[in-house]
């Protein structure tokens, strides 16, 4: 089984940015989407998009559109989202997650981002 | 977009009861050309990811007890907790991939013991 281990969590500045990692062991990291996923406290789930890494190319909710980029290294396994240009509604834990072939089926452990002046 | 809504927002269920959760989408989620609801469902407890418990709308993942079950098709589904333990205590969620890449969840549903 595939496990993800994202970075620490994050106090961030209104209008600054935001670069979370994701690096995943054990199991095939290219060929499986890599999405990125965010809870706003008290909130549901939001896809803010994702990757397959050996394509490359990501796809963005509309929402995060011109803010959000999503990134891979194969070399090291390891799969970024970087948001940009906070607001203190981005406040959230922000989750990585691999398919298992059809749905996020691996999940980390959650990455709390605060953005707070 | 497709628009997931879920049915009831919370409910409290006695250990052993029955808990039922709807999931509708605004257009339907079932793809003709493999006859296959592209509806997942997953688990979130406190302070926890989400699981991941059913996909093609009935699908239970591996290891999952088969005490829970999904069924349904096009645009209304249900989740079903045949017989409620106090570790399903958690918020759940359904998804909807047929839009892939990209995907949408419901707004959640709470399930507690009476």
């Known amino acids: 089984q595939v496990q993800l281990v994202q970075s620490g969590a994050e106090v961030k500045k209104p209008g600054s940015s935001v670069k979370v990692s994701c690096k995943a062991s054990g199991g095939t990291f290219s060929s499986y989407a890599i999405s990125w996923v965010r809870q706003a406290p008290g909130q549901g789930l939001e896809w803010m998009g994702g990757i397959i890494p050996i394509f490359g190319t990501a796809n963005y909710a509309q929402k995060f559109q011109g803010r959000v980029t999503i990134t891979t290294d194969e070399s090291t396994s390891t799969a970024y989202m970087e948001l940009s240009s906070l607001r203190s509604e981005d406040t959230a834990v922000y989750y990585c997650?691999?398919?298992?072939?059809?749905?996020?089926?691996?999940w980390g452990q959650g990455t709390l981002v605060t953005v707070s002046s | 977009d497709i628009v997931m809504t879920q049915s009831p927002d919370s409910l409290a269920v006695s250990l052993g009861e029955r808990a039922t959760i709807n999931c509708k989408s605004s257009?339907?989620?079932?793809?003709?050309?493999?006859?296959?609801?592209?509806l997942a469902w997953y688990q979130q407890k406190p302070g926890q990811p989400p699981k991941l418990l059913i996909y093609?709308?009935?699908t239970r993942e591996s290891g999952v007890p088969d005490r829970f079950s999904g069924s349904g098709s096009g645009t209304d589904f249900t989740l079903t907790i045949s017989s409620l333990q106090a570790e399903d205590v958690a918020v759940y969620y359904c998804q909807q991939y047929y839009s892939t890449p990209s995907f949408t969840f419901g707004p959640g549903t709470k399930v507690d013991i009476k």
């Open positions: 997650a691999r398919d298992q072939g059809v749905v996020p089926a691996d």
């Open positions: 257009q339907s989620v079932l793809y003709s050309s493999n006859n296959k609801n592209y």
């Open positions: 093609w709308a009935s």
